[in-house]
């Protein structure tokens, strides 16, 4: 009964480093999504995969990229990483079939920092 | 595209006190609309959704919300806060058909006083 599962937790980087940051779900769940969260931000979007296969920007998506790589994988990746980019990140899921399945499952989130 | 905006950056309740969180979303339909919570280094957990029909729903932990169309409004209420409900809460919002990702508000952190 994991439900979504991020790696690492934590992560400290040197700016220009890369990294990528994993998620799985074991839901079943269609569509997937990474957040960065920061304070007095909130949530924002970075990029989501709205079912297997595809992958779509969202709204601060520089800097980041992601491959969904099967159903219940979603992967981002930070290819030369900025102190900007110091976050926590969250990973989510959520069925994918409209209406009243509609919302997400959180993974407990990766705390980056980069220096 | 949809936004949400909460209107209270932090608020401090005595324990036992009702609580009235405010969540002001701009959506051009009638939109899903949700409530998470998130206790310090945690992820956030939802608390409460709105799709349609009944306009006061409940929740987990004894938090209802209502939707008023006409504010364009859906605050998050408890009649009794418990020292175990300080966190951080957010509110989001969905659009109807297509993607089913969510804009989110920039959270309450909620303090309460013994």
């Known amino acids: 009964n994991a439900g979504v599962t991020q790696t690492p937790k934590f992560q400290v980087l040197k700016t220009g480093q890369s990294m990528t940051l994993q998620c799985a779900q074991d839901?079943?769940?269609?569509?997937m999504y990474w957040y960065r969260q920061d304070p007095g931000m909130g949530l924002r979007l970075i990029y989501y995969?709205?079912?297997?296969?595809?992958?779509d920007k969202g709204e601060v998506p520089n800097g980041y990229n992601v491959s969904r790589l099967n159903k219940r994988e979603f992967s981002l990746r930070l290819e030369s990483a900025a102190p900007s980019q110091t976050s926590v990140y969250f990973c989510?899921?959520?069925?994918?079939?409209?209406?009243?399945?509609?919302?997400?499952?959180f993974g407990s989130g990766t705390r980056l920092t980069v220096v | 595209a949809q936004s949400v905006t909460q209107p209270d950056i932090h608020i401090t309740v005595s324990e036992g006190a009702s609580l009235e969180l405010r969540c002001n979303y701009s959506?051009?339909?009638?939109?899903?609309l949700f409530w998470y919570v998130q206790s310090p280094g945690q992820g956030l957990q939802l608390l409460l959704k709105?799709?349609?029909?009944?306009?006061l729903v409940q929740g987990i932990k004894g938090f209802e919300a209502e939707f008023k169309r006409s504010q364009s409004s859906f605050n998050l209420r408890k009649p009794s806060v418990h020292w175990s409900d300080a966190a951080e809460y957010f509110c989001?919002?969905?659009?109807?058909?297509?993607?089913?990702?969510?804009?989110f508000g920039k959270g309450t952190k909620l303090t309460v006083n013994p």
């Open positions: 989510a899921s959520s069925p994918g079939t409209g209406a009243t399945n509609y919302g997400y499952t």
């Open positions: 839901m079943n769940h269609n569509s």
């Open positions: 995969s709205a079912s297997e296969g595809t992958t």
């Open positions: 959506y051009g339909a009638t939109p899903y």
């Open positions: 709105y799709f349609s029909g009944d306009t």
């Open positions: 989001a919002v969905g659009a109807r058909g297509g993607s089913e990702k969510l804009v």
